[in-house]
């Protein structure tokens, strides 16, 4: 089965610095990996996604993330916070099987300090 | 466009009482999830839906139930809480498969005393 490991429950930067968010994942057969953020007091909405074709993935906001298959990563970086970039960032991942539903990681809560 | 609407946004309920809360979508989704939100656990699978009259187990379905009699409907339900079930519960639906993007409603808060 799949499983996604974020390193970093909370991670502080300070605006205009690198944002890198960490995650692993765990899967046997070639995986869609996922990135999710949620903003207070919503739901989640999609930041990127990689399924096939080009490692490095770019997503809205500025994000992007790159599918490392040798390392099982799938690392979220921006070059330069911004203050609204404060939120909760889910990695998750979903094999190729059938219609197995996404897991997702436990999240990392992103502080951007002025 | 409404999207995936959650009711109610809020409930208290106390240890016993049942209750539902309602998953509408418009936007054709095929597949559609319940998750439960808490602190430092991240987002857990209920139930989720394949399609109309299918439903299937996630990883926590104890204590829990749903139905998909409609397409655009997906309900979860709750015969007799417990204080565990304290939580924030999102449902969610794709078109997508595996590869889909997930849409996600707003939430419903749910306290059980």
């Known amino acids: 089965a799949q499983s996604v490991t974020q390193l970093g429950s909370h991670v502080s930067v300070s605006e205009g610095a690198l944002v890198l968010l960490r995650c692993n994942y765990s899967?046997?057969?070639?995986?869609?990996l996922f990135w999710y953020v949620q903003y207070p007091n919503q739901g989640l909405q999609l930041l990127l996604k990689?399924?096939?074709?080009?490692?490095l993935v770019k997503g809205i906001n500025g994000f992007e993330a790159e599918f490392k298959k040798s390392e099982t990563s799938f690392h979220l970086t921006k070059p330069s916070a911004h203050m609204s970039d404060a939120a909760e960032y889910f990695c998750?991942?979903?094999?190729?099987?059938?219609?197995?539903?996404?897991?997702f990681g436990k999240g990392t809560r992103l502080s951007v300090i002025a | 466009n409404a999207g995936v609407t959650q009711t109610p946004k809020f409930r208290v309920l106390k240890t016993g009482q049942s209750m539902t809360l309602l998953c509408a979508q418009d936007?054709?989704?095929?597949?559609m999830y319940w998750y439960r939100q808490d602190p430092g656990m991240g987002l857990r699978l209920i139930h989720y839906?394949?399609?109309?009259?299918?439903?299937a187990k996630g990883e926590v379905p104890d204590g829990y139930n749903v139905s998909r009699l409609k397409k655009q409907n997906f309900l979860l339900g709750l015969e007799s809480a417990a204080p565990s079930q304290t939580s924030v519960y999102f449902c969610?639906?794709?078109?997508?498969?595996?590869?889909?993007?997930?849409?996600f409603g707003e939430g419903s808060r749910l306290t059980v005393l």
């Open positions: 899967s046997s057969v070639p995986p869609y």
């Open positions: 936007m054709n989704h095929e597949y």
């Open positions: 998750a991942v979903s094999d190729l099987r059938g219609n197995t539903p996404l897991v």
């Open positions: 990689y399924t096939t074709g080009a490692t």
């Open positions: 839906s394949v399609g109309e009259g299918t439903t």
């Open positions: 969610a639906g794709t078109s997508g498969g595996r590869a889909g993007e997930l849409f």
